[in-house]
């Protein structure tokens, strides 16, 4: 029964973990950019675009579809990297459990 309140304590640990991992996954944040730098796209948390900067060379007349394949390209960029960060949180919080297949058990990541 000792192992079993071991196992209770220690899944209580990793929940706890968890959230804390899921709380500073909502703040965590990236940017992405093409176009050389040209259009840069901030996001944060689940993917939550927070800001969108546009070079003004491309504001001219005929520019709109270049224009927006690049921030297309920058929000990848960015989504790519926030996803990143957000793994490794939960790898961290996961700790030993990262990668784990248990039958019955949601899969982390």
Same mark, same amino acid.
């Given at each position: 029964m000792?192992?079993?309140? %071991?196992?209770m304590?220690?899944?209580? &640990? =990793? ?9 500073? $996954? &909502?703040?965590? #944040?990236?940017?992405g #950019? #093409?176009?050389?730098g040209?259009?840069?796209? #901030?996001?944060?948390?689940? @993917? ?10 491309? =504001?001219?007349? @005929? %520019?709109? %579809?270049?224009?927006?394949?690049l ?6 960029d960015?989504?790519?990297k ?9 790898? %961290?919080? &996961?700790?030993?459990m990262?990668? $784990?297949?248990?039958?019955? $058990?949601?899969?982390?990541?």
């Amino acid at each position: 029964m000792k192992d079993l309140n %071991e196992l209770m304590k220690q899944a209580q &640990a =990793m929940q706890q973990k968890l959230q804390d991992a899921q709380a500073k $996954m &909502a703040d965590s #944040s990236a940017e992405g #950019s #093409s176009g050389g730098g040209l259009v840069t796209v #901030s996001l944060k948390g689940p @993917g939550e675009i927070t800001h969108v900067r546009i070079d003004d060379s491309l =504001m001219a007349p @005929g %520019e709109g %579809e270049i224009l927006a394949d690049l921030i297309v390209a920058a929000h990848a960029d960015a989504k790519r990297k926030l996803d990143a960060v957000n793994a490794e949180l939960m790898r %961290e919080a &996961a700790g030993p459990m990262a990668g $784990m297949n248990i039958p019955g $058990m949601p899969k982390l990541f």
